[in-house]
Protein backbone atom coordinates (compact mmCIF):
# COMPACT_ATOMS: atom_id res chain seq x y z
CA UNK A 1 0.00 0.00 0.00
CA UNK A 2 1.15 3.09 -0.83
CA UNK A 3 2.82 5.58 1.77
CA UNK A 4 -0.22 8.01 2.78
CA UNK A 5 -3.18 5.99 0.96
CA UNK A 6 -5.90 5.18 3.43
CA UNK A 7 -5.09 2.06 5.83
CA UNK A 8 -6.18 0.33 8.43
CA UNK A 9 -4.80 1.89 12.07
CA UNK A 10 -3.95 -0.54 14.63
CA UNK A 11 -3.56 0.55 18.47
CA UNK A 12 -0.88 -1.02 20.40
CA UNK A 13 0.19 1.96 22.42
CA UNK A 14 -1.99 1.49 25.85
CA UNK A 15 0.74 2.59 27.73
CA UNK A 16 1.04 6.17 26.10
CA UNK A 17 -2.64 6.99 26.01
CA UNK A 18 -6.25 5.16 26.15
CA UNK A 19 -9.44 6.05 23.92
CA UNK A 20 -11.65 7.66 26.03
CA UNK A 21 -14.90 6.03 26.77
CA UNK A 22 -17.93 7.53 25.41
CA UNK A 23 -19.37 6.93 28.95
CA UNK A 24 -16.76 9.21 30.57
CA UNK A 25 -16.94 12.08 27.19
CA UNK A 26 -20.89 11.93 28.28
CA UNK A 27 -20.54 12.24 31.46
CA UNK A 28 -17.92 15.12 31.14
CA UNK A 29 -19.93 17.11 28.38
CA UNK A 30 -22.65 18.97 30.80
CA UNK A 31 -19.45 20.04 33.02
CA UNK A 32 -18.04 21.68 29.51
CA UNK A 33 -21.37 23.62 29.38
CA UNK A 34 -23.75 24.56 31.49
CA UNK A 35 -22.89 22.81 34.69
CA UNK A 36 -19.52 25.61 34.95
CA UNK A 37 -20.41 26.21 38.51
CA UNK A 38 -17.18 26.67 40.97
CA UNK A 39 -17.57 23.57 43.41
CA UNK A 40 -16.26 26.10 46.23
CA UNK A 41 -19.37 28.56 45.85
CA UNK A 42 -22.34 28.77 47.90
CA UNK A 43 -24.82 28.80 45.39
CA UNK A 44 -26.93 25.99 43.31
CA UNK A 45 -24.56 26.14 40.45
CA UNK A 46 -21.78 25.52 43.00
CA UNK A 47 -23.39 22.94 44.42
CA UNK A 48 -23.63 21.17 41.56
CA UNK A 49 -20.43 20.96 40.65
CA UNK A 50 -19.43 19.88 44.88
CA UNK A 51 -22.23 16.94 44.02
CA UNK A 52 -20.10 15.56 41.05
CA UNK A 53 -16.82 16.16 42.93
CA UNK A 54 -17.83 13.91 45.69
CA UNK A 55 -19.48 11.50 43.72
CA UNK A 56 -16.07 11.17 41.20
CA UNK A 57 -14.37 11.05 44.66
CA UNK A 58 -16.23 8.17 45.97
CA UNK A 59 -15.88 6.00 42.71
CA UNK A 60 -12.04 6.55 42.38
CA UNK A 61 -12.08 5.38 46.53
CA UNK A 62 -13.98 2.62 45.38
CA UNK A 63 -11.85 1.14 42.58
CA UNK A 64 -9.02 1.19 44.99
CA UNK A 65 -10.79 0.02 48.26
CA UNK A 66 -10.09 3.48 49.94
CA UNK A 67 -12.37 6.01 51.63
CA UNK A 68 -13.68 9.03 49.87
CA UNK A 69 -11.44 11.39 52.23
CA UNK A 70 -8.51 9.54 50.99
CA UNK A 71 -8.60 10.53 47.44
CA UNK A 72 -6.53 13.39 46.39
CA UNK A 73 -7.04 14.86 43.18
CA UNK A 74 -4.04 16.12 40.99
CA UNK A 75 -3.67 16.41 37.63
CA UNK A 76 -1.18 13.78 35.99
CA UNK A 77 0.33 10.66 37.46
CA UNK A 78 3.29 12.46 37.48
CA UNK A 79 2.24 15.16 39.87
CA UNK A 80 0.54 13.18 42.02
CA UNK A 81 4.22 10.79 42.25
CA UNK A 82 5.88 14.71 43.05
CA UNK A 83 2.66 15.20 45.64
CA UNK A 84 3.66 12.27 47.49
CA UNK A 85 7.66 11.92 47.22
CA UNK A 86 8.19 15.69 48.20
CA UNK A 87 5.30 15.81 50.34
CA UNK A 88 6.12 13.06 52.50
CA UNK A 89 9.60 13.37 52.73
CA UNK A 90 9.36 17.63 53.59
CA UNK A 91 6.53 16.94 56.45
CA UNK A 92 8.86 13.86 57.95
CA UNK A 93 12.08 15.82 57.40
CA UNK A 94 12.46 15.81 61.54
CA UNK A 95 12.40 11.40 61.35
CA UNK A 96 15.75 11.57 59.01
CA UNK A 97 17.12 12.15 56.01
CA UNK A 98 16.72 9.21 53.61
CA UNK A 99 14.54 7.61 50.83
CA UNK A 100 14.71 4.16 49.05
CA UNK A 101 13.76 3.85 46.01
CA UNK A 102 13.95 0.78 43.14
CA UNK A 103 15.76 1.71 40.22
CA UNK A 104 13.21 1.07 37.57
CA UNK A 105 11.08 3.91 39.05
CA UNK A 106 8.78 6.40 36.92
CA UNK A 107 11.33 9.69 35.93
CA UNK A 108 8.59 11.90 38.27
CA UNK A 109 9.40 9.76 41.40
CA UNK A 110 13.48 9.39 40.36
CA UNK A 111 13.65 13.23 39.75
CA UNK A 112 11.48 13.75 42.68
CA UNK A 113 14.24 12.55 44.70
CA UNK A 114 16.62 14.16 42.41
CA UNK A 115 15.04 17.81 43.51
CA UNK A 116 14.88 16.76 47.41
CA UNK A 117 18.77 16.42 47.63
CA UNK A 118 19.01 19.96 47.55
CA UNK A 119 17.08 20.42 50.53
CA UNK A 120 19.28 17.46 52.37
CA UNK A 121 18.25 14.27 51.25
CA UNK A 122 19.33 11.34 49.64
CA UNK A 123 18.28 8.45 48.71
CA UNK A 124 19.43 4.77 47.67
CA UNK A 125 18.40 3.11 44.76
CA UNK A 126 17.02 -0.99 45.04
CA UNK A 127 18.45 -2.82 42.15
CA UNK A 128 16.26 -5.17 40.17
CA UNK A 129 17.28 -8.84 38.53
CA UNK A 130 16.86 -9.35 34.69
CA UNK A 131 13.41 -9.39 34.57
CA UNK A 132 12.62 -6.32 36.56
CA UNK A 133 11.77 -7.63 39.83
CA UNK A 134 12.51 -5.96 43.10
CA UNK A 135 13.81 -8.47 46.02
CA UNK A 136 11.67 -7.40 49.15
CA UNK A 137 15.06 -8.65 50.95
CA UNK A 138 16.98 -5.36 48.93
CA UNK A 139 14.65 -2.84 50.06
CA UNK A 140 14.86 -4.20 53.46
CA UNK A 141 18.68 -3.49 53.25
CA UNK A 142 18.95 -0.53 51.36
CA UNK A 143 16.73 0.99 54.91
CA UNK A 144 18.31 2.60 57.12
CA UNK A 145 18.13 4.50 60.31
CA UNK A 146 17.57 8.12 58.60
CA UNK A 147 14.99 6.47 56.12
CA UNK A 148 11.60 7.78 56.34
CA UNK A 149 10.51 6.95 52.66
CA UNK A 150 10.36 4.09 50.37
CA UNK A 151 9.09 4.09 47.19
CA UNK A 152 8.79 0.89 44.44
CA UNK A 153 6.17 0.72 41.63
CA UNK A 154 2.76 -1.12 41.42
CA UNK A 155 3.79 -2.29 37.79
CA UNK A 156 6.42 -0.74 34.75
CA UNK A 157 4.56 -0.01 31.89
CA UNK A 158 7.80 -0.43 30.03
CA UNK A 159 8.72 -4.07 30.72
CA UNK A 160 5.41 -5.15 32.03
CA UNK A 161 6.28 -6.26 35.62
CA UNK A 162 4.12 -6.26 38.41
CA UNK A 163 6.53 -5.72 41.63
CA UNK A 164 6.00 -7.75 45.10
CA UNK A 165 4.01 -4.06 46.92
CA UNK A 166 2.36 -6.00 49.11
CA UNK A 167 5.76 -7.59 50.70
CA UNK A 168 7.50 -4.56 50.21
CA UNK A 169 4.64 -2.98 51.98
CA UNK A 170 5.11 -5.37 54.84
CA UNK A 171 8.54 -4.05 55.60
CA UNK A 172 8.46 -0.78 55.36
CA UNK A 173 5.50 -0.75 58.40
CA UNK A 174 7.82 -3.35 60.40
CA UNK A 175 10.20 -0.73 60.25
CA UNK A 176 8.26 2.18 60.33
CA UNK A 177 8.94 3.94 57.41
CA UNK A 178 6.18 5.19 54.61
CA UNK A 179 5.50 3.75 51.99
CA UNK A 180 4.46 5.17 48.33
CA UNK A 181 3.78 3.38 45.19
CA UNK A 182 2.97 4.67 41.75
CA UNK A 183 0.61 2.31 40.60
CA UNK A 184 -0.18 4.27 37.59
CA UNK A 185 0.50 1.61 35.23
CA UNK A 186 -2.03 -0.57 37.60
CA UNK A 187 -5.03 0.68 38.86
CA UNK A 188 -7.89 0.05 36.37
CA UNK A 189 -6.22 -2.60 34.60
CA UNK A 190 -5.61 -4.99 37.85
CA UNK A 191 -7.35 -5.09 41.47
CA UNK A 192 -5.32 -2.77 43.37
CA UNK A 193 -6.37 -2.55 46.97
CA UNK A 194 -4.57 0.04 48.82
CA UNK A 195 -5.72 -1.27 52.28
CA UNK A 196 -4.49 -5.61 51.46
CA UNK A 197 -1.28 -3.78 50.06
CA UNK A 198 -0.78 -2.02 53.29
CA UNK A 199 0.16 1.08 51.32
CA UNK A 200 0.37 5.02 52.74
CA UNK A 201 0.06 6.70 49.37
CA UNK A 202 -0.49 5.49 45.96
CA UNK A 203 -0.59 7.10 42.44
CA UNK A 204 -3.18 6.39 39.49
CA UNK A 205 -4.20 8.22 36.66
CA UNK A 206 -7.73 8.28 34.36
CA UNK A 207 -5.88 7.85 30.90
CA UNK A 208 -4.95 4.83 31.79
CA UNK A 209 -7.80 2.85 32.30
CA UNK A 210 -9.88 5.23 29.42
CA UNK A 211 -10.52 8.64 31.70
CA UNK A 212 -9.44 11.79 30.36
CA UNK A 213 -6.11 13.13 30.45
CA UNK A 214 -5.15 15.51 33.22
CA UNK A 215 -7.09 13.76 35.81
CA UNK A 216 -5.46 11.43 38.17
CA UNK A 217 -5.38 11.18 41.92
CA UNK A 218 -3.44 10.72 44.72
CA UNK A 219 -4.48 7.90 47.50
CA UNK A 220 -3.23 9.35 50.93
CA UNK A 221 -3.88 7.23 53.85
CA UNK A 222 -5.66 9.11 56.78
CA UNK A 223 -3.77 10.77 59.65
CA UNK A 224 -0.57 11.43 57.24
CA UNK A 225 1.12 14.16 56.86
CA UNK A 226 2.01 15.53 53.92
CA UNK A 227 3.54 19.31 52.47
CA UNK A 228 0.36 20.45 50.54
CA UNK A 229 1.26 20.59 46.88
CA UNK A 230 -0.26 23.45 45.47
CA UNK A 231 -0.39 26.00 48.46
CA UNK A 232 -4.07 27.47 48.18
CA UNK A 233 -7.70 27.35 49.12
CA UNK A 234 -9.17 25.11 50.79
CA UNK A 235 -9.79 22.42 47.34
CA UNK A 236 -8.77 19.15 48.09
CA UNK A 237 -8.25 19.60 51.63
CA UNK A 238 -6.05 22.10 51.48
CA UNK A 239 -3.24 20.24 50.33
CA UNK A 240 -3.65 20.77 46.42
CA UNK A 241 -5.41 24.20 45.90
CA UNK A 242 -6.78 25.20 42.59
CA UNK A 243 -9.99 25.34 41.52
CA UNK A 244 -10.91 21.49 40.32
CA UNK A 245 -11.07 20.36 36.94
CA UNK A 246 -14.95 19.27 37.17
CA UNK A 247 -15.04 17.80 33.83
CA UNK A 248 -11.84 15.80 33.89
CA UNK A 249 -12.93 14.73 37.38
CA UNK A 250 -16.12 13.52 36.33
CA UNK A 251 -14.78 11.60 33.44
CA UNK A 252 -12.22 10.13 35.84
CA UNK A 253 -14.81 8.90 38.38
CA UNK A 254 -16.72 7.42 35.31
CA UNK A 255 -13.70 5.49 33.98
CA UNK A 256 -13.16 4.43 37.49
CA UNK A 257 -16.68 3.32 38.08
CA UNK A 258 -16.39 1.47 34.82
CA UNK A 259 -13.26 -0.30 36.02
CA UNK A 260 -14.40 -1.87 38.22
CA UNK A 261 -16.80 -3.78 36.60
CA UNK A 262 -15.14 -4.82 33.46
CA UNK A 263 -11.49 -4.94 34.46
CA UNK A 264 -11.49 -8.90 34.83
CA UNK A 265 -13.29 -8.99 31.40
CA UNK A 266 -10.79 -6.78 29.55
CA UNK A 267 -7.82 -8.11 31.31
CA UNK A 268 -8.57 -11.61 29.90
CA UNK A 269 -9.10 -10.44 26.52
CA UNK A 270 -6.11 -8.49 26.30
CA UNK A 271 -4.07 -11.69 27.82
CA UNK A 272 -5.15 -13.91 25.38
CA UNK A 273 -3.44 -11.10 22.93
CA UNK A 274 -0.67 -10.63 24.64
CA UNK A 275 0.49 -14.22 25.42
CA UNK A 276 0.05 -14.59 21.25
CA UNK A 277 2.14 -12.04 20.76
CA UNK A 278 4.60 -13.05 23.28
CA UNK A 279 4.70 -16.62 21.82
CA UNK A 280 4.28 -15.65 17.96
CA UNK A 281 7.01 -12.91 17.17
CA UNK A 282 10.01 -14.90 18.48
CA UNK A 283 8.77 -17.21 16.59
CA UNK A 284 8.91 -15.44 13.27
CA UNK A 285 12.27 -13.50 13.55
CA UNK A 286 15.27 -14.82 15.52
CA UNK A 287 16.77 -12.60 18.28
CA UNK A 288 13.53 -11.16 19.46
CA UNK A 289 14.02 -11.58 23.46
CA UNK A 290 11.11 -10.68 25.93
CA UNK A 291 11.25 -7.97 28.31
CA UNK A 292 10.23 -8.29 31.64
CA UNK A 293 8.61 -11.00 33.72
CA UNK A 294 6.67 -13.99 32.37
CA UNK A 295 4.29 -14.28 34.80
CA UNK A 296 3.94 -11.74 37.38
CA UNK A 297 2.97 -9.21 34.42
CA UNK A 298 0.21 -6.61 33.24
CA UNK A 299 -2.16 -8.62 31.33
CA UNK A 300 -2.10 -6.16 28.82
CA UNK A 301 1.54 -5.31 27.51
CA UNK A 302 4.43 -7.47 26.26
CA UNK A 303 7.31 -5.85 25.17
CA UNK A 304 10.48 -6.90 23.53
CA UNK A 305 14.44 -6.00 22.50
CA UNK A 306 15.35 -7.26 19.10
CA UNK A 307 18.87 -7.28 18.58
CA UNK A 308 20.60 -5.58 16.19
CA UNK A 309 18.66 -2.76 15.24
CA UNK A 310 17.10 0.12 16.64
CA UNK A 311 13.52 1.09 18.00
CA UNK A 312 12.44 4.36 16.56
CA UNK A 313 13.39 3.05 12.93
CA UNK A 314 11.17 0.14 14.03
CA UNK A 315 8.34 2.24 15.03
CA UNK A 316 8.49 4.80 11.66
CA UNK A 317 8.49 1.44 9.95
CA UNK A 318 5.27 0.12 12.02
CA UNK A 319 3.73 3.54 11.84
CA UNK A 320 3.88 3.28 7.83
CA UNK A 321 1.83 0.13 8.15
CA UNK A 322 -0.58 1.69 10.62
CA UNK A 323 0.32 0.41 13.76
CA UNK A 324 1.02 2.48 16.86
CA UNK A 325 3.75 1.05 19.65
CA UNK A 326 6.03 2.38 22.00
CA UNK A 327 9.69 2.21 22.52
CA UNK A 328 12.56 3.20 25.44
CA UNK A 329 15.04 3.36 22.82
CA UNK A 330 17.53 6.15 23.30
CA UNK A 331 16.51 7.66 19.73
CA UNK A 332 12.96 7.90 20.81
CA UNK A 333 12.97 9.68 23.59
CA UNK A 334 13.95 13.24 23.33
CA UNK A 335 16.59 13.66 25.60
CA UNK A 336 18.26 10.36 23.34
CA UNK A 337 19.11 8.34 26.57
CA UNK A 338 17.96 4.57 26.69
CA UNK A 339 15.68 3.70 28.75
CA UNK A 340 16.71 3.85 32.25
CA UNK A 341 14.82 0.65 32.97
CA UNK A 342 16.13 -1.72 30.20
CA UNK A 343 19.41 -0.88 31.40
CA UNK A 344 18.65 -1.22 35.32
CA UNK A 345 17.61 -5.11 34.21
CA UNK A 346 21.23 -5.56 32.81
CA UNK A 347 20.80 -5.40 29.38
CA UNK A 348 23.60 -3.43 27.80
CA UNK A 349 23.25 -0.07 25.34
CA UNK A 350 22.94 -1.85 22.08
CA UNK A 351 20.21 -4.50 23.02
CA UNK A 352 18.09 -1.67 25.04
CA UNK A 353 18.28 0.75 21.65
CA UNK A 354 16.04 -2.00 20.21
CA UNK A 355 13.13 -2.36 22.49
CA UNK A 356 9.84 -2.08 21.09
CA UNK A 357 6.49 -2.43 23.59
CA UNK A 358 2.97 -3.28 22.43
CA UNK A 359 -0.21 -2.33 24.82
CA UNK A 360 -3.60 -3.57 24.07
CA UNK A 361 -6.80 -1.58 24.09
CA UNK A 362 -10.16 -2.62 24.73
CA UNK A 363 -10.97 -3.05 21.03
CA UNK A 364 -8.05 -4.82 19.90
CA UNK A 365 -8.71 -8.23 18.33
CA UNK A 366 -7.03 -11.38 17.42
CA UNK A 367 -6.73 -10.05 13.67
CA UNK A 368 -4.68 -7.39 14.70
CA UNK A 369 -2.41 -9.08 16.58
CA UNK A 370 -2.25 -11.66 13.41
CA UNK A 371 -1.62 -8.50 11.21
CA UNK A 372 1.41 -7.51 13.18
CA UNK A 373 3.07 -10.97 13.26
CA UNK A 374 2.44 -10.71 9.47
CA UNK A 375 4.04 -7.33 8.76
CA UNK A 376 6.88 -7.61 11.80
CA UNK A 377 9.17 -9.80 9.93
CA UNK A 378 9.91 -8.02 6.72
CA UNK A 379 10.62 -4.30 8.62
CA UNK A 380 13.26 -6.10 10.75
CA UNK A 381 14.77 -8.24 7.68
CA UNK A 382 15.13 -4.83 5.84
CA UNK A 383 16.72 -2.47 8.71
CA UNK A 384 19.14 -5.68 9.75
CA UNK A 385 20.30 -5.77 6.10
CA UNK A 386 20.94 -1.78 6.93
CA UNK A 387 22.52 -2.65 10.40
CA UNK A 388 26.98 -2.71 11.03
CA UNK A 389 25.77 -4.82 13.82
CA UNK A 390 24.12 -7.69 12.23
CA UNK A 391 27.19 -7.47 9.82
CA UNK A 392 29.47 -8.12 12.05
CA UNK A 393 27.10 -10.59 14.04
CA UNK A 394 26.69 -12.72 10.78
CA UNK A 395 30.27 -12.47 10.47
CA UNK A 396 31.53 -14.05 13.63
CA UNK A 397 28.44 -16.50 13.51
CA UNK A 398 30.43 -17.54 10.04
CA UNK A 399 33.87 -18.11 11.65
CA UNK B 1 5.79 14.20 11.60
CA UNK B 2 8.78 15.23 13.21
CA UNK B 3 10.57 14.26 9.98
CA UNK B 4 10.72 16.48 6.64
CA UNK B 5 9.40 14.22 3.79
CA UNK B 6 12.76 14.14 2.35
CA UNK B 7 14.40 12.65 5.60
CA UNK B 8 11.70 9.78 5.21
CA UNK B 9 12.29 9.18 1.53
CA UNK B 10 15.62 8.42 2.68
CA UNK B 11 14.69 6.87 5.49
CA UNK B 12 12.30 4.55 3.55
CA UNK B 13 14.50 4.26 0.31
CA UNK B 14 18.05 4.05 1.29
CA UNK B 15 20.54 4.75 -1.19
CA UNK B 16 23.89 3.27 -1.03
CA UNK B 17 23.50 0.24 1.47
CA UNK B 18 25.69 -2.19 2.18
CA UNK B 19 29.30 -3.31 2.62
CA UNK B 20 32.15 -2.97 0.03
CA UNK B 21 34.16 -6.57 0.90
CA UNK B 22 37.65 -4.80 -0.90
CA UNK B 23 36.96 -1.59 0.17
CA UNK B 24 39.76 0.58 -0.01
CA UNK B 25 38.24 2.90 2.93
CA UNK B 26 36.34 2.19 5.69
CA UNK B 27 35.26 4.83 8.26
CA UNK B 28 33.13 4.17 11.45
CA UNK B 29 31.30 6.29 13.73
CA UNK B 30 29.21 6.60 16.75
CA UNK B 31 28.42 3.66 19.52
CA UNK B 32 25.42 2.28 20.91
CA UNK B 33 25.07 4.31 23.87
CA UNK B 34 24.26 7.62 21.55
CA UNK B 35 21.89 5.14 19.99
CA UNK B 36 23.65 5.49 16.77
CA UNK B 37 26.46 3.98 14.56
CA UNK B 38 27.49 4.37 11.11
CA UNK B 39 29.93 2.24 8.72
CA UNK B 40 30.84 3.43 5.28
CA UNK B 41 32.68 1.89 3.10
CA UNK B 42 34.80 3.35 -0.55
CA UNK B 43 35.80 2.38 -3.55
CA UNK B 44 38.48 4.72 -5.02
CA UNK B 45 39.23 5.41 -8.73
CA UNK B 46 41.52 8.05 -9.86
CA UNK B 47 40.80 10.10 -6.94
CA UNK B 48 37.52 9.81 -7.15
CA UNK B 49 34.82 7.73 -5.07
CA UNK B 50 33.65 4.95 -7.73
CA UNK B 51 31.50 3.54 -4.90
CA UNK B 52 29.95 4.43 -1.76
CA UNK B 53 28.40 1.75 0.37
CA UNK B 54 26.81 2.53 4.22
CA UNK B 55 25.58 0.33 7.00
CA UNK B 56 23.88 2.26 10.00
CA UNK B 57 22.65 1.19 13.24
CA UNK B 58 19.79 3.72 14.41
CA UNK B 59 16.97 5.97 13.89
CA UNK B 60 15.43 7.26 11.00
CA UNK B 61 17.79 10.37 11.19
CA UNK B 62 20.84 8.40 11.10
CA UNK B 63 19.29 6.07 8.11
CA UNK B 64 18.38 8.81 6.03
CA UNK B 65 21.71 10.97 7.06
CA UNK B 66 23.69 7.89 5.89
CA UNK B 67 22.09 7.76 2.31
CA UNK B 68 22.27 11.42 1.82
CA UNK B 69 26.11 11.32 2.29
CA UNK B 70 26.35 8.63 0.28
CA UNK B 71 24.29 10.06 -2.01
CA UNK B 72 26.34 13.54 -1.89
CA UNK B 73 29.44 11.94 -1.91
CA UNK B 74 29.32 9.24 -5.04
CA UNK B 75 31.64 10.20 -7.92
CA UNK B 76 32.82 13.36 -5.98
CA UNK B 77 36.97 13.66 -5.81
CA UNK B 78 38.18 13.28 -2.40
CA UNK B 79 38.69 16.89 -1.52
CA UNK B 80 34.89 17.40 -2.82
CA UNK B 81 33.85 14.73 -0.41
CA UNK B 82 36.14 15.93 2.25
CA UNK B 83 34.48 19.33 1.71
CA UNK B 84 30.37 17.92 2.58
CA UNK B 85 29.96 18.87 6.57
CA UNK B 86 27.27 17.82 8.86
CA UNK B 87 25.23 20.78 8.28
CA UNK B 88 25.32 20.64 4.75
CA UNK B 89 23.73 16.88 4.87
CA UNK B 90 20.91 18.22 7.29
CA UNK B 91 20.27 21.38 5.05
CA UNK B 92 19.71 18.53 1.98
CA UNK B 93 17.56 16.84 4.13
CA UNK B 94 15.38 20.03 4.52
CA UNK B 95 16.50 19.94 8.43
CA UNK B 96 16.51 17.63 11.24
CA UNK B 97 14.80 17.53 14.46
CA UNK B 98 16.99 19.94 16.95
CA UNK B 99 17.61 16.72 19.55
CA UNK B 100 19.16 15.00 16.31
CA UNK B 101 21.57 17.23 14.93
CA UNK B 102 23.88 16.08 17.52
CA UNK B 103 23.91 12.30 17.76
CA UNK B 104 22.62 11.09 14.18
CA UNK B 105 23.94 14.05 12.24
CA UNK B 106 27.75 11.96 12.08
CA UNK B 107 27.46 10.79 8.25
CA UNK B 108 29.79 13.29 7.31
CA UNK B 109 32.44 12.37 10.00
CA UNK B 110 31.64 8.68 8.84
CA UNK B 111 32.41 9.46 5.41
CA UNK B 112 35.14 11.78 5.95
CA UNK B 113 37.36 8.34 8.32
CA UNK B 114 36.88 6.33 5.70
CA UNK B 115 38.55 8.83 3.29
CA UNK B 116 41.31 9.08 6.34
CA UNK B 117 41.60 5.15 5.91
CA UNK B 118 42.19 5.05 2.54
CA UNK B 119 45.03 7.86 2.29
CA UNK B 120 46.88 6.81 5.32
CA UNK B 121 47.35 2.96 3.65
CA UNK B 122 48.09 4.64 0.52
CA UNK B 123 50.50 7.11 1.47
CA UNK B 124 54.03 5.98 0.99
CA UNK B 125 55.59 4.24 3.68
CA UNK B 126 51.98 3.21 5.48
CA UNK B 127 51.78 -0.05 4.11
CA UNK B 128 52.34 -1.60 7.05
CA UNK B 129 49.14 0.55 9.08
CA UNK B 130 47.19 -0.98 5.77
CA UNK B 131 48.19 -4.51 6.53
CA UNK B 132 46.23 -3.96 10.02
CA UNK B 133 43.57 -3.50 8.05
CA UNK B 134 40.10 -2.32 8.71
CA UNK B 135 40.21 -1.90 12.30
CA UNK B 136 41.90 1.39 12.34
CA UNK B 137 38.12 2.60 12.34
CA UNK B 138 37.17 0.79 15.41
CA UNK B 139 39.63 2.49 17.13
CA UNK B 140 39.54 6.09 15.72
CA UNK B 141 36.11 5.92 17.23
CA UNK B 142 37.04 5.78 20.74
CA UNK B 143 36.88 9.36 20.88
CA UNK B 144 33.41 9.33 19.56
CA UNK B 145 32.12 8.03 22.76
CA UNK B 146 31.67 11.19 24.30
CA UNK B 147 29.01 12.06 22.37
CA UNK B 148 26.72 12.23 25.45
CA UNK B 149 26.69 12.22 29.09
CA UNK B 150 25.59 8.79 30.59
CA UNK B 151 23.54 10.19 33.25
CA UNK B 152 21.70 12.62 31.13
CA UNK B 153 21.04 13.68 27.77
CA UNK B 154 23.61 16.71 27.13
CA UNK B 155 26.83 17.13 25.06
CA UNK B 156 30.22 16.68 27.00
CA UNK B 157 32.89 19.01 27.34
CA UNK B 158 36.18 17.90 26.71
CA UNK B 159 37.16 14.94 24.16
CA UNK B 160 40.13 13.36 26.25
CA UNK B 161 40.28 10.63 28.98
CA UNK B 162 38.32 13.19 31.56
CA UNK B 163 35.15 15.40 30.56
CA UNK B 164 32.60 16.60 32.40
CA UNK B 165 28.73 17.03 32.01
CA UNK B 166 27.75 20.48 32.85
CA UNK B 167 24.08 19.86 33.66
CA UNK B 168 25.04 16.98 35.82
CA UNK B 169 27.90 19.16 37.12
CA UNK B 170 30.04 16.03 37.39
CA UNK B 171 33.84 15.07 36.11
CA UNK B 172 33.37 11.84 33.80
CA UNK B 173 36.36 9.48 33.04
CA UNK B 174 36.85 6.32 30.77
CA UNK B 175 36.12 3.24 32.25
CA UNK B 176 38.92 1.14 31.86
CA UNK B 177 36.87 -2.04 31.57
CA UNK B 178 34.18 -0.72 29.24
CA UNK B 179 35.86 2.29 27.76
CA UNK B 180 32.46 3.91 28.53
CA UNK B 181 32.30 7.45 30.14
CA UNK B 182 31.05 7.32 34.04
CA UNK B 183 31.46 9.73 36.78
CA UNK B 184 34.78 9.96 38.30
CA UNK B 185 33.47 10.04 41.71
CA UNK B 186 31.51 7.00 41.85
CA UNK B 187 33.40 3.53 42.97
CA UNK B 188 31.71 1.75 40.30
CA UNK B 189 31.08 1.86 36.34
CA UNK B 190 27.25 3.21 35.77
CA UNK B 191 27.94 1.05 32.64
CA UNK B 192 29.35 -2.15 33.18
CA UNK B 193 29.46 -2.22 37.12
CA UNK B 194 33.07 -2.84 36.93
CA UNK B 195 35.37 -1.05 39.70
CA UNK B 196 37.25 2.10 39.22
CA UNK B 197 40.84 2.26 40.11
CA UNK B 198 41.28 5.61 42.87
CA UNK B 199 44.60 7.11 42.72
Known amino acids: MPWGAKMRRIYLDHIAATPLLPESREAMLPFLGERFGNAQSLHADGQMAQEALTEARTKVAELVHAS ?93 TIEPVAEIAKICQARNVLFHTDAVAAVGIIPVDVKALGVDSLSLAGDQFYGPKGSAALFLKKGLRILPFIDGGVQEGGRRGGTENIAGIVGLGKAAEIAATRMAERAEKAKALRDVLIRRLPEKVDHVILTGHRESRLPHQASFCVEFIEGEAMLLNLDMKGIA ?43 DVGYLVEVFPPIIERLRKMSPLYTKYLEEKGK | MIYSEKVMDHFQNPRNVGVIPDADGIGEVGNPVCGDMMTFYIKVKNDRLADVKFQTFGCGAAIAVSSMVSEMAMDKTLQE ?3 ITNDKVAEMLGGLPKNKLHCSNLGADALHKA ?85
Do not use: W
Open chain 1, 68 to 160: ESEIYFTSSGSESNNFAIKGLALANRSRGNHLVLSAVEHLSVLNSAKSLEKFGLTSALVPVDKTGLVDPKDVEKAITKETILVSVMMANSEIG
Open chain 1, 325 to 367: ASSGSACTSKALKASHVLLAMGLDHATAQGSLVFSFVEDNTAE
Open chain 2, 81 to 83: AMA
Open chain 2, 115 to 199: IEDYEAKHKPGAKEAAAAGPAKGAEVHAEDEACCCPYCEGPLEGMEAVCSCHHCDIELEECPECGKYTNKADETCVNCGARLAKS
